[in-house]
């Protein structure tokens, strides 16, 4: 796939950050685009739910808890 450099760039110093290898980045970032377009009503929150399900993890309380500041 070709990508512009700049957006390589910023691939690259996001994996650095989410501690992912370069290709994992983009990877998780085109799910997360394609969810949030079949779901648009969807937050960030709940779409990683969703994709943590999908690789039957098995979340703490239901994938419904609540942290307090």
């Not at 997360?32 to 943590?52: I, W």
């Amino acid at each position: 796939m070709k990508i512009a450099d700049e957006l390589h760039e910023e691939i690259r110093k996001a994996s650095g950050a989410m501690s992912r290898s370069i290709n994992a980045q983009a990877e998780f970032w085109l799910k997360m685009g394609m969810l949030a377009e079949l779901y648009p009503t969807h937050n960030y929150q709940q779409l990683v739910q969703m994709l943590l399900q999908q690789a039957d993890v098995k979340l703490a309380g239901g994938g419904d808890e609540r942290r307090s500041a």
